[in-house]
């Protein structure tokens, strides 16, 4: 019986151990997260900078949203996102353009751009269901951005100009153009990497 009491008494310490530490790995994950700084999308030196106007285009879309226009729109944003039927990364993001499409409808108009064989695009269009944004093929408008890797995009402000740009892998990194947008920086690097302010 007393073994039996000290084996009861050494199987609770242990769980009142374990509870505590797992306590302890929690608290040292949250602050874990507190330091990763977010990643924003990858930006490039090459193309138009950041704060410039934008290349203008009127092109033609492959889907029934008639003709697309690249620059400034009144009141309105938009985003280019550069694509391709063969990237696998572009058709995992897809379904966040779409959520992002009717999320930030209230300023931001979402233009999907390729360059390539039409049918292909117009196959890709239907299999992944992309025809309710508009959809432009011209090899043109990615060397005026000089798109070199996919998926890319560019933010465009109502003015005209280029309010954000980079390479896009994630959610976090689509995420990242709009808020470098309304925080008014050029990207969530460059905020992350300003000056500390002294006192």
């Not at 790995?25 to 490039?44: K, S, T, Y």
Request: proline share 7%.
């Amino acid at each position: 019986m007393t073994a039996l009491t000290f084996l009861v008494a050494v199987l609770f310490a242990m769980v009142i151990a374990l509870t505590v530490a797992v306590f302890a790995l929690a608290r040292q994950v949250g602050v874990l997260f507190e330091r990763i700084a977010p990643m924003g999308a990858l930006v490039n030196d090459s193309g138009p900078q950041i704060g410039a106007a934008s290349p203008r285009f009127t092109l033609p879309s492959l889907t029934a949203t008639g003709p697309v226009t690249i620059g400034p729109r009144e009141g309105r944003a938009t985003l280019v996102f550069f694509l391709s039927p063969t990237c696998p990364v572009c058709k995992k993001l897809l379904p966040i353009l779409k959520s992002a499409r009717s999320g930030e409808a209230g300023w931001l108009d979402i233009v999907l751009a390729s360059d390539g064989d039409e049918a292909k695009l117009a196959r890709f269009i239907g299999t992944a269901d992309l025809a309710a944004f508009p959809f432009v093929n011209s090899t043109e408008l990615g060397l005026a951005y000089r798109v070199s890797r996919l998926p890319f995009a560019v933010l465009i402000a109502p003015d005209g100009t280029i309010r954000s740009k980079g390479l896009i892998n994630s959610r976090e990194q689509l995420d990242s153009l709009f808020n470098a947008h309304e925080m008014g920086v050029d990207s969530i690097q460059s905020w992350l990497d300003r000056p500390a302010i002294t006192a």
